[in-house]
């Protein structure tokens, strides 16, 4: 019994050990995280750029999030071939192909990943605990470029936000109209940032109070609101944004608290507004 036990410490601290390892290490790769609304040349273009493509590099993209995936895949590789020579693969996983391994392989060395719109919770459900989610980390461990949009730009996090409401409205609704504590509804995400949460179509849609909801919810991380036609391109913590509208960053909340009736409070935080050109730097 007393070997037992010792085992299973053993055990438990090795994985322990080796997934804090494995999150420590530095990723090779970059992030591109767009805010979902219409792609220009321009910002096409910098994704490009910023995955470095060599002339024998691939491009995969990964359409789960979209209820008609194969109509997903042809407008997003329609652009990229505009701006890019390089073969364009279309891998739509489900449970009958999460462990093929040609699929997996393809996925694995592709340059850049590409994941479109859609919803979220539809994507994670197609990924999570499956051989798809290890592969797209070892990709950008490795130095792979991980692009989304919309949809594609939620999942990047580690807790991500579903759109839902905990609390009263039950019914999907593209903003919140209340900030009440515990509403905001989180889902496991690709983790691909760890104290970063996204939230997208941001100044469009006016979602200050669902990403404020958020901060509450995670004082201690960044919440980045990225508006349409606008990413940002993380590498090594540091984001620079790319596109024609702006990022929004909400972090550092003072003196948080909840009323009896569960209301939001803070006292102040830490604001700042980026556009095109401009680095900020994300917590790890």
Request: with cysteine; proline share 3%.
């Amino acid at each position: 019994m007393l070997f037992r036990k010792s085992l299973v410490c053993f055990i438990t601290g090795f994985l322990f050990i080796t997934g804090a390892y494995s999150q420590s290490k530095t990723p090779k790769g970059s992030l591109f995280i767009i805010g979902g609304g219409t792609r220009s040349e321009a910002l096409i273009a910098d994704l490009i750029k910023t995955a470095n493509l060599g002339p024998k590099d691939h491009i995969i993209v990964l359409p789960m999030s979209s209820a008609e995936p194969d109509t997903s895949f042809k407008y997003i590789a329609v652009q990229l071939s505009k701006a890019s020579g390089n073969p364009i693969g279309n891998l739509n996983f489900d449970k009958s192909t999460v462990n093929n391994s040609k699929w997996l392989d393809s996925l694995r060395t592709a340059k850049l990943i590409f994941i479109t719109g859609g919803d979220q919770n539809r994507f994670m459900k197609s990924v999570l605990n499956t051989p798809v989610y290890q592969v797209i980390h070892e990709a950008y461990q490795n130095g792979s470029t991980i692009a989304g949009t919309s949809a594609g730009a939620a999942v990047m996090s580690r807790y991500m936000i579903t759109g839902q409401q905990a609390l009263g409205d039950t019914v999907y609704k593209e903003t919140f109209d209340k900030l009440w504590d515990k509403n905001i509804v989180f889902e496991e995400g690709l983790g691909l940032l760890n104290s970063v949460i996204i939230d997208q179509h941001f100044i469009k849609r006016s979602r200050y109070n669902r990403l404020f909801s958020a901060l509450n919810a995670y004082p201690s991380f960044d919440c980045i609101g990225i508006d349409e036609g606008t990413a940002i391109v993380v590498h090594n913590n540091i984001a620079t944004v790319s596109g024609v509208s702006q990022v929004l960053k909400f972090s550092n909340p003072k003196k948080l608290n909840t009323t009896s009736k569960g209301l939001i409070e803070m006292e102040d935080l830490r604001l700042g507004i980026y556009s095109n050109g401009d680095k900020f730097r994300l917590k790890k």
